[in-house]
């Protein structure tokens, strides 16, 4: 959670996002499935995960999108906007995993009245791999 | 290149539009439980008093609420839990995985909101894949709320495959 509001004087080009870690775990993932009334077996029951041939029950792809958008949100504070986000499911998750949320940011502008930071994101598992790289854009206030 | 897997039939769903009228209003409660569900407690969505002092002067729901909420709870699902309306290839393009997503963020929706979503399919392609061809569907979904504004828009890429 920001405890103090962002500016875009704040950032630069590769100033680096603070890192946001979710533990994953059934009960969560249920949780998720309740909580959006999705309830894909995929997302919650194990047995019919591992008759299609996965390892387990899978992460919900939007949820890593919540994830990612909860990084943000959490980093540009309450008088910050949240304005794009594009996120690609590229790698599967399972309960017991710890996904880190990681971003930084690639270009900062000012357009129509808007000040614009563009950032590269992406959500990595605990053993480095990338499972959904993506692209997100907000808008900061000025000093 | 082998025969195309897009049929003149499949080929006919672009431009395709499905119109998902409001049912129930948001509530604080769902917000909440999605908050919970995703491990978000930031005050903005679960504490009216904290929300009241900032610009948007309440409690809003976060940004990929409008996104990731199914309201319609009566809809009808398969055995595997899916809904039975979501967009797919007839047989035998089956699998399916998802291939990415654009959100564009619009007003934060709100307790109270009625939202209807308006998907409209905007293109169909196909590529040759490591085992196979592949068919992605592109669509659109906006949201809006009993005031005709916009909450968001949710880009979305599916791959099919045999």
Redesign the interface.
Known sequence: MAVKALFFEDVWEATEIPPLVKPITLLQMCMYSAATWNFYKLHWDTNFSRGLGFKDANVHGPLFGAFLAQMLTDWIGPEGTLKRLAYANRGMSFPGDTLTCKGKVTRKYARDGQNLVECEVWVENQSGENLAPGTATVALPSR | MADSLITPEIRAMVGQEAFFPGTEAVEKG?IK??C?????L?P?YLDEEYARK???GGIIA???FV?????K?DAP?GE???PLGRVKLPPPLNRI?????????GKPARPGDVISARRKITSIFEKEGKTGGLVFVEYEITYTNQRQEVLGINRERLVFFK
Do not use: I, K, M, Q
Request: net charge neutral.
């Open positions: 769902v439980r999605y919970v569900a995703v491990g978000d930031n903005l900032t610009r948007y976060p940004p990929t996104f990731s909420v199914n309201n709870v699902v595997d839990g899916r995985a998802r291939a990415g997503n654009e959100y564009e963020f």
